[in-house]
């Protein structure tokens, strides 16, 4: 049996594709993304797509949602404009028995999706089945950067699996593989102060939403070096996400929201990355399911933008700049292809900054990026 029949074992016997009775546009997204079946090239396809609609960690008793399907109603409509980038849509997870079925298949298919190496969307459910993103990189034991889209801290006491906790098992889990950990888009006022100060002292970075709005830029270095992204669409503020009824009349603005999932695109790291609180029911005219395809499209975009940029090995593609700050020696790289830096840590490694944090040496200010780096080292 091949490792595709093994992973349909865990979805949907029918598939969006067989439900659809839409004509698509050859230059529709729909007329590109492959069924993924067990004759499927795997090794020409760069992103999986693949739906789970369990809301039971978020609410007892919920029914499965069809929201992942709804989506691609909205996402198949797009036009497609990059050729380079090749899709391919596994279906939906199985509904299963139990809240813990649905789960384990969930994972299995996404660790089984990694081992092939793999871009994976998921489209939830749930924001608690980011946990599955994680039991992956643990199961590989695997070190990563773990980032979090969301207007909440979902920290809270509990048995760290449902739907206001699920993070206390991921950050605090032993054997524990986060290496550093980022919250974006947070509202002070809907999060305990305590609990930002505790992720401060553990070097881990939160960014709240006025901050992020500020200076949408700066979030790319963030997700450039990440390996997992999980965004709950209560991110958005209400007006541009009706469908989300806990969400605030704060928060990104739709059009910011498809820039992060640009940049998140563009890392060559990042290959787990779920959108979840997407509930069909209470989606008016579709505006919250267009606005999760236009930001998948610019994920897409991302991808195609990422292919692009050369190995840090290749120096030909990079300005160089020498900088003295502070009394640091520090080596700034421009890329030549996509123009994003990189900086040089004193035991040699590179790691994401931005065009600011460059300025930031040049005036003889130590940038942030380097600081808070600097810190976890130590620490």
Not at 196 to 216: M, N, P, S, Y
Request: charged letters at 25%; glycine letters at 8%; hydrophobic letters at 35%.
């Amino acid at each position: 049996m091949s490792t595709i029949q093994e992973i349909q074992q865990f979805t949907a016997a029918i598939h969006f594709q067989e439900l659809a009775t839409e004509e698509y546009a050859p230059t529709q997204l729909g007329s590109h993304i492959q069924q993924i079946s067990s004759g499927t090239d795997m090794d020409a396809i760069d992103i999986v797509l693949i739906g789970c609609g369990e809301f039971r960690g978020q609410k007892r008793g919920a029914s499965y949602s069809s929201g992942p399907d709804r989506i691609r109603e909205e996402l198949y409509k797009l036009h497609y404009w990059h050729q380079e980038v090749k899709i391919g849509d596994l279906g939906n997870i199985m509904e299963g028995k139990s809240l813990a079925d649905t789960r384990a298949a969930l994972k299995t298919v996404l660790s089984e999706l990694h081992a092939m190496g793999k871009k994976v969307l998921v489209l939830g459910g749930s924001h608690d089945l980011t946990l599955q993103q994680y039991e992956v990189f643990k199961e590989a034991e695997e070190i990563i950067d773990f980032t979090i889209v969301d207007m909440l801290a979902d920290v809270a006491e509990g048995s760290g699996t449902n739907y206001d906790d699920y993070l206390m098992t991921a950050l605090t889990s032993t054997p524990n593989f986060v290496r550093h950990f980022n919250l974006i888009g947070f509202q002070s006022y809907y999060v305990n102060p305590h609990l930002i100060e505790t992720l401060d002292k553990l070097r881990f970075d939160c960014l709240r939403v006025g901050k992020a709005r500020e200076d949408i830029e700066q979030i790319e270095p963030t997700l450039r070096g990440t390996h997992l992204l999980s965004l709950d669409i209560n991110a958005v503020r209400y007006s541009d996400a009706p469908v989300n009824r806990m969400a605030s009349p704060n928060g990104f603005f739709g059009d910011e929201m498809c820039k992060i999932t640009r940049f998140a695109g563009m890392s060559a790291t990042l290959n787990s990355f779920g959108i979840y609180g997407y509930i069909p029911e209470q989606d008016f005219e579709n505006i919250t399911a267009k606005l999760i395809s236009q930001m998948l499209w610019y994920y897409i975009d991302g991808v195609s933008v990422g292919k692009s940029e050369a190995s840090l090995d290749d120096k030909d593609q990079f300005f160089e700049y020498q900088i003295t700050f502070t009394g640091h020696n520090s080596l700034f790289l421009k890329s030549k292809r996509t123009n994003r830096w990189w900086i040089k840590l004193p035991e040699g490694r590179f790691i994401p900054c931005s065009h600011k944090d460059y300025i930031s040496a040049c005036n003889n200010e130590m940038p942030e990026i380097w600081l808070r780096e600097m810190e976890r080292m130590v620490g």
